[in-house]
């Protein structure tokens, strides 16, 4: 019985066999590695400069930092700006991220996120390089106005609890409530942005019209929570990511002014 079940478990001639499933999902996750780096490179460095930039430039004199709905705004320019430069990167990593799921017949095959804008632009043209540019600024408006502007609130909320202090901890909680409160508003229109930029064509029209099409149908026809679907695994995304993010943030500002503005 021990020599069936190993011989099951490793092939016929009792040697390891790798599960084709476990090497499609390895080169799958790792196939839009190169494009989410340099989505990274793009977006969340120009939205987090932007952002910090203006935040500094419209805090008042005597150090009153702007309120909530200047935040809203504030992150909602950064946002914008951040998905335009940002969306040649994002739709590659899109297709590159979902070619392994195609049929062989339809796989693009891009080598690297550089390979896929250069045939992008040659195969399709370089607008489309921008394809689901608007919703993408959308889910952008509304994530950073989220992200940006309720960290910034739950920050100065906790330190003016007076339990608080500016240190690690602080950013710790506050990128924390700012991870929920992003997930549950970006959820609706990350779909939407994400369906319209792998979307094909069907009998020579595009599957979705847009943004609010795509809402439409996916409440019509799989329900309005599904708009929600997956949300404590996208939380558990989230929620590292803004934290590692505006900690990091956090330090590269205090030794920024440190190292250059103390002088």
Same mark, same amino acid.
């Given at each position: 019985?021990?020599?069936? #079940?190993?011989? =099951?478990? +490793? +092939?016929?001639?009792?040697?390891?066999?790798?599960?084709?499933?476990?090497v499609k999902f390895l080169?799958?996750?790792?196939?839009?590695?190169?494009?989410?780096?340099? &989505?990274?490179?793009?977006?969340?460095?120009?939205?987090? @400069?932007? $952002?910090?930039?203006?935040?500094?430039?419209?805090? @008042?004199?005597?150090?009153?930092?702007? =309120?909530?709905?200047?935040?809203?705004?504030?992150?909602?320019?950064?946002?914008?700006?951040? #998905?335009? !430069? =940002?969306?040649?990167?994002?739709?590659?990593?899109?297709?590159?991220?979902?070619?392994?799921?195609?049929?062989?017949?339809?796989?693009? +095959? $891009?080598?690297?996120?550089?390979?896929?804008?250069? &045939?992008?632009?040659?195969?399709? +043209?370089?607008?489309?390089?921008? &394809?689901? *540019?608007?919703?993408?600024?959308?889910?952008?408006?509304? !994530?950073?106005?989220?992200?940006? #502007?309720?960290?910034?609130?739950?920050?100065?909320?906790?330190?003016?609890? @007076? /339990?608080?202090?500016?240190?690690?901890?602080?950013?710790? *909680?506050?990128?924390? %409530?700012?991870?929920?409160?992003?997930?549950?508003?970006?959820?609706p229109v990350d779909i939407?942005?994400?369906?319209?930029?792998?979307?094909?064509? %069907?009998?020579?029209?595009?599957? /979705?019209?847009?943004?609010?099409?795509?809402?439409?149908?996916?409440?019509?026809?799989?329900?309005?929570?599904?708009?929600?679907?997956?949300?404590?695994?996208?939380?558990?995304?989230? =929620?590292?990511?803004? !934290?590692?993010?505006?900690?990091?943030?956090?330090?590269?500002?205090?030794? /920024?002014?440190?190292?250059?503005?103390?002088?």
């Amino acid at each position: 019985m021990a020599a069936t #079940a190993s011989a =099951g478990a +490793g +092939g016929m001639d009792g040697k390891p066999r790798t599960s084709p499933k476990s090497v499609k999902f390895l080169f799958g996750g790792l196939a839009g590695l190169s494009a989410g780096l340099l &989505r990274q490179a793009t977006y969340t460095t120009t939205r987090l @400069g932007i $952002y910090t930039v203006l935040f500094e430039r419209l805090t @008042g004199a005597d150090g009153t930092p702007p =309120g909530f709905l200047l935040k809203a705004v504030i992150g909602m320019t950064a946002g914008a700006t951040g #998905a335009f !430069v =940002g969306t040649p990167a994002e739709v590659a990593l899109i297709r590159m991220t979902a070619d392994g799921r195609l049929p062989p017949d339809q796989r693009r +095959g $891009y080598k690297n996120v550089f390979n896929a804008l250069i &045939r992008i632009t040659r195969e399709e +043209g370089v607008l489309t390089l921008w &394809r689901g *540019c608007i919703p993408t600024m959308a889910r952008a408006v509304v !994530v950073n106005a989220a992200q940006l #502007a309720s960290y910034s609130q739950s920050k100065q909320f906790l330190l003016d609890s @007076g /339990y608080f202090s500016d240190n690690i901890l602080c950013h710790f *909680c506050a990128s924390m %409530i700012s991870g929920l409160v992003t997930t549950a508003a970006s959820m609706p229109v990350d779909i939407a942005k994400t369906r319209i930029q792998n979307m094909r064509m %069907i009998d020579g029209k595009p599957e /979705y019209k847009n943004g609010l099409d795509v809402l439409f149908k996916v409440v019509r026809y799989e329900g309005f929570f599904s708009l929600w679907k997956g949300f404590t695994p996208y939380y558990a995304r989230l =929620g590292p990511h803004t !934290v590692l993010t505006f900690i990091f943030l956090e330090q590269m500002n205090k030794a /920024y002014k440190r190292l250059f503005l103390s002088g």
